[in-house]
């Protein structure tokens, strides 16, 4: 048994390890460009969406096909805002995004504290291309870009997926399991068809999401790029 004064250090303890800092990466030079997305993910059954840790952006490049384009992982996410920093200026879309969840294994006992096994699960979400389609947004140089907020709605297993998705699970998930059954199979790492939920790429959400930008960024000097983000027609 433990007393209230150790109960009370633990429960700090616990408290501080869970408290996320970050290191904002500065602005590399003055034509750096950034850009953020809010996401939301649905899970197939239940009620409550959550963030992802990763979303993972195309350049597209010019390309004409959206199957075409180098595929770059998000600096950071805060607070269910991901960030895209110090990239070459062009046009982007969204075309996936993973949660990492920690699962523990092992349940302490009725009235008694144990150090349970823990392992990590992955949720990897592959958007339509209807997704990718409305996240479209070019960057200038200089200059931050906001997409929007993305809601996704999953199901379970990857058979209706369509080519865009097909896609980039070859590019990020090569050899993930498409059927329903071989998902359930699967042990720690899952794969879902995102479809559109809703997008919000109003003014006011944009300007939401700027002024978030700019108390996450705040350390990192990228208030001038936003500012011209925020100046910009």
Known sequence: M????????LAALLLSACATSYVVPRPSTPESVGLAIAVKVNPPIGFFGTAPNTVYFVRLDGAESLERGTVIASTMEIGGLAYLLNVPAGEYAAVA????KEIQTAQPPPGGVSIGLA???HYSTFY?????????VTVQPGRFAFIGRLVVDT????SSADPTQLHYISLLAPGAATSTF???????NYQYAGGLGEIQRDAGTLN???TRAAKDLAGGGWSEILGAAAAAP
């Open 2 to 9: 433990i007393g209230s004064r150790e109960a009370s250090l």
């Open 97 to 100: 995004s993973t949660e990492a």
């Open 119 to 121: 392992r990590t699960s």
């Open 128 to 136: 339509s291309r209807e997704i990718v389609e409305s996240t479209r």
């Open 155 to 158: 199901s379970v297993g990857l």
């Open 182 to 188: 071989g998902q359930i199979a699967s042990v720690g």
């Open 208 to 210: 939401e999401l700027r």
